[in-house]
T-cell receptor, first 112, second 114 residues
Framework: GDSVTQTEGPVTLSEGTSLTVNCSYE??????LFWYVQYPGEGPQLLFK?????EKGSNRGFEATYNKEATSFHLQKASVQESDSAVYYC???????????FGSGTRLLVSP | GPKVLQIPSHQIIDMGQMVTLNCDPV?????FYWYKQILGQQMEFLVN????????KSKLFKDQFSVERPDGSYFTLKIQPTALEDSAVYFC????????????FGSGTRLTVL
């Protein structure tokens, strides 16, 4: 079945340093790929999504490229801020159906 | 942006009793989901629902769980009877057309079973 594997957290960084959260997926479909972010006390919310292979998504300084050959969708940010502290979920969705598969989430802690 | 409302935000209940968690999804959405998150742990899929039917459920969706959306009103998760291990935050989500669309999540209902 479909699966998503991402960097195990927590990831602890200082403000101003760069971030990479790895995400790999397995599926027989041609999925849409997502990054969601969950702040404390809230439900997850969409960070961005990419429906097509070899395209890049971005939002709030975060970006990821849909790499179909490597089946990866790594999240990157050049310079993190304390306000980026949250849990980040990689997910894949089946365009022809209803399935959405989430990774286990990566907790990011950014210290000032 | 679109909002999913969950009622109540907190619920405390004695083990063995019934509880119903309510979700008011985005108005034109057709696909509905429940997820469970134990404190400090990852979010885990319970069930998805479309056109009045359960499309898929996980092993966490025990026989004591049921979902429905009568007449387009709230999308509900009922647990009867509750057990201690049901204590968690339950998130409802909805989407317009299914897997490739953005899921919109509510803020969750924190359920405590005593």
């Amino acid at each position: 079945g479909d699966s998503v594997t991402q960097t195990e957290g927590p990831v602890t960084l200082s403000e101003g340093t760069s971030l990479t959260v790895n995400c790999s997926y397995e599926t027989k479909q041609y999925p849409t790929l997502f990054w969601y972010v969950q702040y404390p006390g809230e439900g997850p919310q969409l960070l961005f999504k990419v429906p097509k292979a070899n395209e890049k998504g971005s939002n709030r300084g975060f970006e990821a490229t849909y790499n179909k050959e490597a089946t990866s969708f790594h999240l990157q940010k050049a310079s993190v801020q304390e306000s980026d502290s949250a849990v980040y979920y990689c997910a894949l969705g089946d365009p022809g159906g209803y399935k959405v598969v989430f990774g286990s989430g990566t907790r990011l802690l950014v210290s000032p | 942006g679109p909002k999913v409302l969950q009622i109540p935000s907190h619920q405390i209940i004695d083990m063995g009793q019934m509880v119903t968690l309510n979700c008011d999804p985005v108005s034109n959405h057709l696909y509905f989901y429940w997820y469970k998150q134990i404190l400090g742990q990852q979010m885990e899929f319970l069930v998805n629902f479309y056109n009045g039917k359960v499309m898929e459920k996980s092993k966490l969706f025990k026989d004591q769980f049921s979902v429905e959306r009568p007449d387009g009103s709230y999308f509900t998760l009922k647990i009867q009877p509750t057990a201690l291990e049901d204590s968690a935050v339950y998130f409802c989500a909805s989407s317009r057309t299914g897997g490739a669309e953005t899921l919109y999540f509510g803020s969750g209902t924190r359920l405590t079973v005593l």
